[in-house]
Structure formats: C-alpha cells, structure tokens
C-alpha cells in the first residue's frame, strides 16, 4: 500500500495506545515487575532514540510509569529484521543511556530514572543473542566477583514472538491480533495471511465498540496488503469475498484497499514500462553520439546513470 516500513507503523499504531500497552504488562511482565508497577500512571512518551540508519530494522516507544513508587520508565524496542542481531543488549545500552540524557537535561533531575528494556522479536531465526550485556564483553566470566562490580552490566526482557504457540499468545483482542500477525507474517507467507485474518475476525467480534474493531481491522489488512508480497491478485479478491461473508462490518474496509493495491499495482507497472523506456532511448542515443548531458536532460536519467549505461555498452 505504499507504506514505508509497514512494521513501524503497525506497532506504533497498536502500541501506541495506553490501553494496549497495560494489556502487553500486565500479561507478559514477570510478576515480580508488576508487583511494583502502578498500571494506572502509564504515559506514552513522544521521545524515539533510532538513529536514522537503523529505522528500517528497528522500531521503539518509551512509556512513563510509577515502578516502585517513584518515576521510571519502560523502553519498547521492537525489532523486525528476519533474523536477530548479536549486538542488541549494547544497541539497548546506548538508547538507555539516551533516554537518561533526555530526561535528567528536560526534567531537571537529580538522578538517573529507572528504565527497564525489553525487546520484541518476531524474525525468521531463532533469538540466540545473549539478554545480557556481559556476554559482549570479552573475559567478563573470568574476572574475579569484586572486579566485576567495577563493569557494566545490565539485562534486557526478550519476547521472541515467533516462538510464541497460540496458547501463549495472552491479551485482549488487539494485542492477540497484532501478535498473531507478526508472527506469521516471516513464517507461513501467503498461507498465514489466510490464518492472520481467520483469527483477526474471531479476535475483533470480542470487541464491543464496532467502529474501534473496524478502524482496527483496517490497520491490520493494510499491514499485511504492505507485507506479504505473495499475495497475488487472486489472493485479494478471494479474501474479499471471504471478508463478506464472515466480517460484513470490514468488507468496505477491504474492498478499499483491494482498490488501492490494484491502482498501485498499476502505477508500479507503467513507473517500470516508462523507466525501461528511458533506458533504451538512452542506449540508442549512446550509440548515435549523442553527449551524455543532453541524453540526461532528454530522459530525465542521472548523468551517472548514463555514464554508467555507456561504460557497460563499450566493454
């Protein structure tokens, strides 16, 4: 549908809503968390810490809450690569110690505010990284146990998502949704779609508020028309019909974007017929002597573009 990292954008939206985020703690935290966490003082904080080069891998929320009847916070940090990185626990360090800045320098603070970390992985490959910053650090096993005080060391909360049986995935109706979604998306493409809806359905007629589980079931029928590239055309119309049938309330839903995924469909196609037309008036006017900077002018290409275009036609 022409969103740019559909990932961050189905988490953020479903995330981002308070109600959403007490559900996530209250049925994933340990209990020895929750036990000094005031559920009712959660705040969505408008603060992300991705650097630009890592925002198509990564995706974060920070929400403020009382934990242990002082200020704290818990850092979201939701990765959606196919596999895991081995260096997450120092990524997470960097952020934490970001947030610390952000904070101490825009609130004034005399100290440090709790931030606990936890990471949400929904990739390919089993999660084999360390939840422990020790393990980057090289020797840290061997040092003797009062030397080790004087290094930093820290652990996050991993929820790897794919391994997550139907069983285990708790909540109400849109956490239950986003999570069987991600889920399925990397590891049954083209037939998890199918399932992904099967369940959405079944999970969104929990819902009381009908226009909630329609905005809702809208957000997730556009993650997935974004990420599943198996779909094909046949695909969107059979899920539009099935859509009809067992959830009237989403067929206009589904109906839209069917439309919009055609016209895109359709614009995608020209975009590559005109650009692999440029191509070959470029080559024809190489061949004829033509100086690359009218050539570029006349086609709309990079000058780089064709130079690059004639230095493979001379070889």
Same mark, same amino acid.
């Given at each position: 549908?022409?969103?740019?990292?559909?990932?961050?954008?189905?988490?953020?939206?479903?995330?981002?809503?308070?109600? =959403?985020?007490?559900?996530?703690?209250?049925?994933?935290?340990?209990?020895?968390?929750?036990?000094?966490?005031d559920l009712k003082t959660i705040e969505l904080q408008k603060d992300s810490f991705i650097n630009k080069d890592l925002e198509e891998s990564f995706s974060d929320?920070?929400?403020?809450?009382?934990?242990?009847?002082?200020?704290?916070?818990?850092?979201?940090?939701?990765?959606?690569?196919?596999?895991?990185?081995?260096?997450?626990?120092?990524?997470?360090?960097k952020y934490m110690i970001e947030i610390w800045e952000t904070k101490v320098r825009k609130e004034q603070l005399n100290k440090l505010p709790i931030v606990i970390?936890?990471?949400?992985?929904?990739?390919?490959?089993?999660?084999?990284?360390?939840?422990?910053?020790?393990?980057?650090?090289? !020797?840290?096993?061997?040092?003797?146990?009062?030397?080790? *005080?004087?290094?930093?060391?820290?652990?996050?909360?991993?929820?790897?998502?794919?391994?997550?049986?139907?069983?285990?995935?708790?909540?109400? *109706?849109?956490?239950?949704?986003?999570?069987?979604? =991600?889920?399925?998306?990397?590891?049954?493409? !083209?037939?998890?779609?199918?399932?992904?809806?099967?369940?959405?359905?079944?999970?969104?007629?929990?819902?009381?508020?009908?226009?909630? *589980?329609?905005?809702?079931?809208?957000?997730?029928?556009?993650?997935?028309?974004?990420?599943?590239?198996?779909?094909?055309?046949?695909?969107?119309?059979?899920? =539009?019909?099935?859509?009809?049938?067992?959830?009237?309330?989403?067929?206009?839903?589904?109906?839209?974007?069917?439309?919009?995924?055609?016209?895109?469909?359709?614009?995608?196609?020209?975009?590559?017929?005109?650009?692999?037309?440029?191509?070959?008036?470029?080559?024809?006017?190489?061949?004829?002597?033509?100086?690359?900077?009218?050539?570029?002018?006349?086609?709309?290409?990079?000058?780089?573009?064709?130079?690059?275009?004639?230095?493979?036609?001379?070889?």
């Amino acid at each position: 549908m022409g969103i740019q990292n559909p990932h961050d954008k189905f988490f953020k939206e479903v995330f981002g809503k308070v109600e =959403v985020a007490r559900d996530f703690f209250t049925n994933y935290l340990p209990q020895s968390i929750l036990n000094i966490i005031d559920l009712k003082t959660i705040e969505l904080q408008k603060d992300s810490f991705i650097n630009k080069d890592l925002e198509e891998s990564f995706s974060d929320l920070l929400f403020k809450v009382n934990i242990n009847n002082t200020l704290g916070y818990i850092y979201f940090l939701f990765e959606h690569k196919s596999y895991p990185s081995k260096d997450i626990a120092f990524q997470l360090l960097k952020y934490m110690i970001e947030i610390w800045e952000t904070k101490v320098r825009k609130e004034q603070l005399n100290k440090l505010p709790i931030v606990i970390p936890l990471v949400i992985y929904h990739g390919k490959e089993r999660w084999k990284a360390s939840t422990a910053l020790k393990e980057m650090i090289t !020797g840290y096993d061997m040092l003797p146990e009062d030397v080790k *005080a004087y290094i930093p060391n820290y652990e996050y909360l991993l929820y790897d998502i794919s391994r997550f049986t139907d069983e285990e995935i708790k909540g109400k *109706a849109q956490l239950k949704i986003f999570f069987t979604t =991600v889920r399925d998306i990397f590891t049954k493409s !083209g037939k998890g779609a199918w399932d992904s809806i099967d369940r959405a359905i079944a999970y969104l007629k929990e819902l009381e508020d009908k226009q909630t *589980a329609t905005e809702y079931f809208e957000t997730l029928m556009r993650y997935i028309f974004s990420v599943d590239k198996s779909l094909t055309s046949s695909d969107v119309n059979k899920i =539009v019909k099935k859509i009809e049938t067992t959830y009237p309330e989403g067929s206009e839903v589904v109906m839209t974007l069917a439309e919009k995924l055609r016209e895109e469909g359709l614009k995608e196609g020209l975009e590559k017929g005109l650009e692999k037309g440029k191509l070959e008036v470029a080559r024809n006017a190489i061949k004829e002597g033509m100086e690359l900077d009218l050539i570029a002018k006349l086609t709309g290409l990079p000058k780089k573009e064709i130079e690059k275009i004639a230095a493979e036609m001379d070889n």
